[in-house]
């Protein structure tokens, strides 16, 4: 059930009123949360509901077991990571790795045969299982304690961040779970703003991107001159963008009106300026997570300079990855990783860190030209691309200048977006009561005249 269709919106209406009403009875009204998620998950597929019920029980018979062992907290969690890592590696990456095994294998002269099988890809297994590593973690260092069972389960289940995050710690949501107080709702008029954010960057913009430029230039780009892929690289950059934080707008906007505050998750990434202020404002809940449970455990930067480019390339290598298992996600990792040991490199030498306007237009480039080997379909689909790039024959069948004037206007709008957004949420707070679902209703009413005719998907649904 997409969180963009009206069927969606009709039941969370529902759910809310049943949620609210028991909110005097706060262990009540979690389960109530914790069963809502569940089914949510099942009606995309019921295997995916039971695989996660089998993940959670086991978690939390590990945490129960912690709690009664405090001695054993450190191998009890670490056994807890193993499994986890197992588990997805199992689910997302065994065909990747077979045929990689049996390339190299058959390079050697040997000829080695793994059995092909098909299975199952739960939606949101990478997120789930990331929350679940940083929860063990937290518990064998002592920062938390183990939680009941319905607590954690819903921890991992919580359905406004199950499917594409933001990656949740312990620390924040779990916390918020357990906490015996009344909930209420959060900043109702931010989450009015957060609604009608992500509607009009997804259902209109992002999408209108996605068909008119995107869609046709990457399935054919034989068919347009250098210029006008060149534009759909940019095209890309900003619909990616739109699609995730505009994902990100709607989920947060959801636990606020259930009452829980999720963390920020994207910071004006185009405007950084370096690769590594990049990471810091793109999809944050997973470049710190990667910071704190694999550069850092790798060593970080306590064995030298040299060590730690190492390790920020290993990191980065890993970060492509999850996002899929694919060639093409590797070598995306993989530039990001070179981009920022160049960086630091550069830093090495000249003693000062990139910062000017030269370093973020470059750095913004250096993403873009990234993000066609995260678009294309394969490896070899992203070369042809590029290549097509440096092509100058052929008509220009495309408004390319009425492209560079809008994306011109999107750094302008992102330049002022966090005054913008202080503007409409003070402009929501003056609104009457009754004016505001009139408000979104309206925009919900215009957005279905301009946007495409269905429900879109959000394209980190599949990571």
Same mark, same amino acid.
């Given at each position: 059930?997409?969180?963009?269709?009206?069927?969606?919106?009709?039941?969370?209406?529902?759910?809310?009123?049943?949620?609210?009403?028991?909110?005097?009875? /706060?262990?009540?009204?979690?389960?109530?949360?914790?069963?809502?998620?569940?089914?949510?998950?099942?009606?995309?597929?019921?295997?995916?509901?039971?695989?996660?019920?089998?993940?959670?029980?086991?978690?939390?018979?590990?945490?129960?077991?912690?709690?009664?062992? /405090?001695?054993?907290?450190?191998?009890?969690?670490?056994?807890?990571?193993?499994?986890?890592?197992?588990?997805?590696?199992?689910?997302?990456?065994?065909?990747?790795?077979?045929?990689? $095994?049996?390339?190299?294998?058959?390079?050697?002269?040997?000829?080695?045969?793994?059995?092909?099988?098909?299975?199952?890809?739960?939606?949101? +297994?990478?997120?789930?299982?990331?929350?679940? +590593?940083?929860?063990?973690?937290?518990?064998?260092?002592?920062?938390?304690?183990?939680?009941?069972?319905?607590?954690?389960?819903?921890?991992?289940?919580?359905?406004?961040?199950?499917?594409?995050?933001?990656?949740?710690?312990?620390?924040?949501?779990?916390?918020?779970?357990?906490?015996?107080?009344?909930?209420?709702?959060?900043?109702?008029?931010?989450?009015?703003?957060? !609604?009608?954010?992500?509607?009009?960057?997804?259902?209109?913009?992002?999408?209108? &991107?996605?068909?008119? @430029?995107?869609?046709?230039?990457?399935?054919?780009?034989?068919?347009?001159?250098?210029?006008?892929?060149?534009?759909?690289?940019?095209?890309?950059? $900003?619909? $990616?963008?739109?699609?995730?934080?505009?994902?990100?707008?709607?989920?947060?906007?959801?636990?606020?009106?259930?009452?829980?505050?999720?963390?920020?998750?994207?910071?004006?990434?185009?405007?950084?300026?370096?690769?590594?202020?990049?990471?810091?404002?793109?999809?944050?809940?997973?470049?710190?997570?990667?910071?704190?449970? &694999?550069?850092?455990?790798?060593?970080?930067?306590?064995?030298?300079?040299?060590?730690?480019?190492?390790?920020?390339?290993?990191?980065?290598?890993?970060?492509?990855?999850?996002?899929?298992?694919?060639?093409?996600?590797? +070598?995306?990792?993989?530039?990001?990783?070179?981009?920022?040991?160049?960086?630091?490199?550069?830093?090495?030498?000249?003693?000062?860190?990139?910062?000017? @306007?030269?370093?973020?237009?470059?750095?913004?480039?250096?993403?873009?030209?990234?993000?066609?080997?995260?678009?294309?379909?394969?490896?070899?689909?992203?070369?042809?691309?590029?290549?097509?790039?440096?092509?100058?024959?052929?008509?220009?069948?495309?408004?390319?200048?009425?492209?560079?004037?809008? !994306?011109?206007?999107?750094?302008?709008?992102?330049?002022?977006?966090?005054?913008?957004?202080?503007?409409?949420?003070?402009?929501?707070?003056?609104?009457?009561?009754?004016?505001?679902?009139?408000?979104?209703?309206?925009?919900?009413?215009?957005?279905?005249?301009?946007?495409?005719?269905?429900?879109?998907?959000?394209?980190?649904?599949?990571?």
């Amino acid at each position: 059930m997409s969180y963009l269709s009206p069927e969606f919106a009709l039941v969370f209406l529902g759910f809310l009123i049943l949620y609210w009403g028991l909110v005097r009875w /706060p262990r009540a009204q979690k389960l109530s949360l914790l069963t809502a998620s569940y089914a949510i998950y099942a009606s995309i597929d019921w295997r995916f509901a039971a695989i996660l019920a089998v993940f959670s029980t086991i978690l939390t018979g590990l945490m129960a077991l912690s709690a009664q062992r /405090p001695a054993w907290r450190r191998g009890i969690c670490g056994t807890g990571v193993v499994l986890a890592v197992a588990n997805l590696a199992v689910f997302k990456y065994y065909d990747f790795f077979r045929e990689g $095994i049996q390339q190299l294998a058959a390079g050697a002269g040997l000829h080695w045969a793994f059995p092909a099988l098909d299975i199952l890809l739960p939606v949101g +297994i990478s997120f789930y299982t990331f929350q679940a +590593i940083a929860y063990l973690v937290s518990v064998a260092k002592g920062k938390c304690e183990p939680a009941r069972a319905e607590e954690s389960a819903l921890y991992l289940a919580f359905f406004p961040t199950l499917f594409a995050g933001p990656i949740c710690r312990a620390d924040n949501l779990l916390t918020q779970i357990r906490d015996t107080a009344q909930k209420t709702i959060l900043a109702p008029d931010l989450a009015v703003y957060l !609604l009608l954010s992500a509607l009009v960057k997804k259902v209109w913009i992002a999408t209108w &991107v996605a068909e008119n @430029w995107v869609n046709p230039l990457f399935a054919n780009p034989d068919s347009y001159q250098g210029i006008e892929l060149i534009v759909g690289m940019y095209a890309f950059a $900003i619909q $990616i963008f739109l699609d995730f934080s505009g994902y990100s707008d709607l989920v947060i906007a959801l636990a606020l009106l259930l009452g829980y505050q999720l963390p920020q998750n994207f910071d004006q990434p185009y405007l950084a300026r370096n690769l590594r202020d990049f990471w810091r404002r793109w999809h944050i809940s997973l470049s710190s997570w990667i910071r704190d449970f &694999v550069y850092i455990p790798l060593g970080g930067n306590r064995h030298g300079w040299l060590r730690s480019q190492v390790n920020i390339f290993a990191a980065m290598l890993i970060s492509g990855l999850w996002h899929g298992a694919s060639l093409k996600y590797l +070598i995306w990792g993989g530039m990001h990783g070179l981009g920022m040991v160049a960086q630091n490199t550069l830093e090495k030498v000249t003693r000062r860190t990139p910062s000017g @306007w030269i370093s973020a237009v470059l750095s913004f480039h250096a993403v873009c030209f990234a993000w066609v080997y995260f678009r294309a379909d394969s490896f070899q689909d992203a070369n042809h691309f590029i290549a097509g790039m440096l092509r100058t024959d052929g008509p220009v069948t495309l408004n390319v200048l009425a492209a560079l004037v809008a !994306l011109g206007m999107f750094f302008v709008i992102s330049v002022y977006a966090r005054r913008m957004q202080e503007l409409l949420v003070r402009g929501l707070a003056a609104t009457p009561l009754l004016i505001k679902p009139l408000l979104l209703a309206a925009v919900v009413l215009v957005l279905h005249l301009l946007g495409p005719s269905g429900v879109p998907a959000f394209l980190y649904y599949s990571y």
